[in-house]
């Protein structure tokens, strides 16, 4: 068959003479739907130009009714400014009914008129120009004399009259006209759409014919032949998965033979008894023996260590199913070296049927030293960790220690000498002496003023039982009233939270205690006149901003060792101490005459309710 080469398959040559007729009938109906577009489109346009004519030739029948309407409306009016307006009327009426009529035969490209070329109607308008005419020289004589008589005006009032009726009759003739040519071409229209449509229905025809039924008849037969051929390739596809399964089998065991080969640059084998069948040249200089040593068991070669080597000799004979054993070992060399080997234990058959072993090892000495200095660092780190949190947790001590002082120096220096002075002025009072008994009276109110003064801030300073009851919320909003009045300072509140949220007891003391150092730092230290606290809580985290306009402090010291003295630098560090506890986050804003922010951020996963 010498030509085969250069013959095309028989769906190639099908398909191409289907292409062809195909393409030929899509070319037909996208001609017809050309043609009809354009004949759609020109007719449009024609149709436009139509209506244009009919609608200024119906005007031209009122516009002459409204001519003569003014003409008799303005011999019956006799106020001036209504005949002013109404010959400004009559003289527009004039001017658009001569236009248009010009218009309608001569063409207006204001208008959008064409010029007329039916002869026909061309005719009519020359029956119509003499009544036209007649009309448009009685109502300009009308309106070009400031004075016109009464007797002319009757004349030329009768002239329009008189060929009013004329015009509008021979006026209709000319519309009847126009609207007989436009339904003339909308017939031509239909007719040449319904010869296209013919035409379109009969490419449809011989397509269905000559295309679709020869391609389906060309599918069914490709169908059945893909229907054959799938299932030869199911016979086929069960006889290759037969195969691959076994083929699978056989690869599974040399990748995890490869698999450990490739992560093992030392090698040996072994017999059943532990007797050397081979080893690597790499394995003997690790070990540091010669091949004339090879006459002892695996065992003994690997170590000098009795008691490695007896647990060798055990992981060696417990291995004899069919899977691979990983040991880490550490081995005892002749020369006193101590090495880490990651061992694999691998079965094998051999044609005697008689199993040997295979043993790839890795040296991982230096990964376990680097695990044991990780271990030791960790320990290490722990042991620091353990230490810090003593000293913090001695330096929370003192700090509590000092506030206990500070309460009991309070109390003795404030509230104990009051209460001392009140004993006293109380023994004192002579009842027969009626002025000075007054006087001590009066006294001992305002000192008893002042000493529950002093009871209120001494206890206020303790933890408020709002805290305990109803949570930070409530808590923080009466510590701001309570110092208001106790200081005389304007202490604000502001919560921009919708509800009141519960939080951890022990979070709500540590942000409490924070938020109270911080406003009394604002007023002992700064000489704050304006503070403000705002609370809120979004998206799960608490945040609580303190904002005063005292004198501020220069930020640097925030990175200085804490000072138990008299400048509050131990209040800052409890501050720090106290947030860190929670897991919170405290900045500290601040610069020197411009006043302080201390900002509180809680992250909080699960609350404990909501009042």
Known sequence: MPNSKHQKPLDTTTFLRIRKWYLLALAGIALTIIIAQLLIQTHLNSQLNDSRVINVAGRQRALSQKLVKEVLLLNQTTDLENR????????QTVTVWKASHKGLQKGNLDMNLPAEEDAEILSLFQNIELHHRAMVNAAEAILSKDKITPIDFVKRKSILLENERSFLRLMDNIVNKYDERSNAKLQNLKQKEYWLLAFSLLILLLEMLFIFRPLSIQIRKTISNLIQSQFKSDTNAKEIKILLSEKEKSLQELQELNFV???????????????????SKKFLKLLNIKKEQLNKPLSELLTTDEGQQQYLKEVLKSNRKNSIRNEEIQITTATGANFWLDISIIPMHQASKQQSILILCSDITERKQNQSKVEQLTQQNFEERILQKKVQASQIVEGQEEERKRIAKDIHDGIGQMLTALKFNIESIDIENKEKSIEKIAYLKDLTSDLIKGVRTATFNLTPPELSDHGIFPALHKMTIELSKLTGRTILYENKSEENIRFDSL??????????????NAIKYAQANYILVTINFKDKILSIVIDDDGKGFDAAILDEAPKNNSEGGMGLFFMKERISYINGRLFINSELGKGTRVTINYKTEELNGAE
């Open 507 to 520: 979070a709500e003391t540590n942000i409490y205690r924070v938020t109270q150092e911080a406003v009394n």
């Open 261 to 279: 080969i490739d992560n093992a640059a030392l090698f040996a084998s072994a017999r059943n008894d532990g007797s050397i069948v081979f080893i």
């Open 84 to 91: 002013k307006l109404i010959v400004s009327e009559l003289a």
